[in-house]
């Protein structure tokens, strides 16, 4: 499904300057990553309890965090999965954003075996996604859909993935200012009983604005 999000309202709290247990990562929390985050578990996790805001991750420690998740530098986050599945169709949601020069947006939720990696960081997250919306996009009765395809994979600046099996969720994007791809947002979900989602901000480099 492909959905325009131009003048569509976003959903959840945003982030504050701390959080209970540690510092807000309040950056991240005001790009469309974040936001595309909060609609993709309002989808895929309705009636859970949206997360308040972004744990700061800092030298790899915060509360809470750790395996399978890492902490991959400059890169943000990575995950490390046991295992590898060919065949598997994760659900997924295509969000367009903007009229003459769109970006688009994915959420995926499934097993992170379907991505095909046993260590997954933004390359291979993004690679993922990319493939998936040409997949999504491209009409096989139709060959004048490929260059359409072609293109909304290549505009996809922004991506999600929940696997809530594991519990985890991981977060991709190209950063509007730097175009740097990186994994800025990890999550952490928790079982049916308790119904949370905790998510965790990397520490990012200073932007330059010169």
């Known amino acids: 499904m ?3 999000m131009d003048g569509v309202g976003e959903p959840g709290p945003g982030g504050g300057a701390r959080g209970p247990r540690g510092e807000f990562a309040h ?8 936001r595309l985050l909060l609609r993709g578990l309002a989808v895929y996790l309705p009636g859970w309890e ?3 805001g972004a744990l700061r991750v800092r030298d790899g420690a915060a509360d809470g965090f750790g395996p399978p998740a890492y902490v991959n530098g400059d890169a943000g986050f990575g995950v490390q999965v046991p295992g ?5 169709e994760p659900d997924r949601e295509i969000y367009v954003r903007g009229r003459e020069n769109p970006t688009f947006g994915i959420v995926v939720a499934g097993p992170a075996a379907a991505i ?7 390359e291979v997250l993004m690679r993922f996604a990319r493939r998936l919306t040409f997949e999504e996009l491209f009409d ?5 859909s490929v260059p359409y395809a072609v293109r909304g994979a290549r505009a996809v600046e922004n991506a999600v993935f929940l696997d809530r099996a594991a519990g985890i969720g991981l977060c991709a994007e190209i950063d509007p200012v730097t175009r740097a791809l990186t ?4 999550v952490r979900l928790g079982g049916p009983s308790e119904r949370t989602v905790r998510a965790y901000g990397a520490a990012q480099p200073v932007r330059s604005h010169s």
């Open 2 to 4: 492909m959905i325009d």
């Open 27 to 34: 950056e991240v929390t005001g790009r469309p990553i974040w």
């Open 50 to 52: 949206m997360p308040a």
């Open 84 to 88: 590898r599945r060919k065949g598997l």
């Open 116 to 122: 095909g990696s046993r260590v997954v960081d933004a």
């Open 140 to 144: 096989t009765g139709d060959a004048d």
């Open 183 to 186: 994994c800025p947002l990890y």
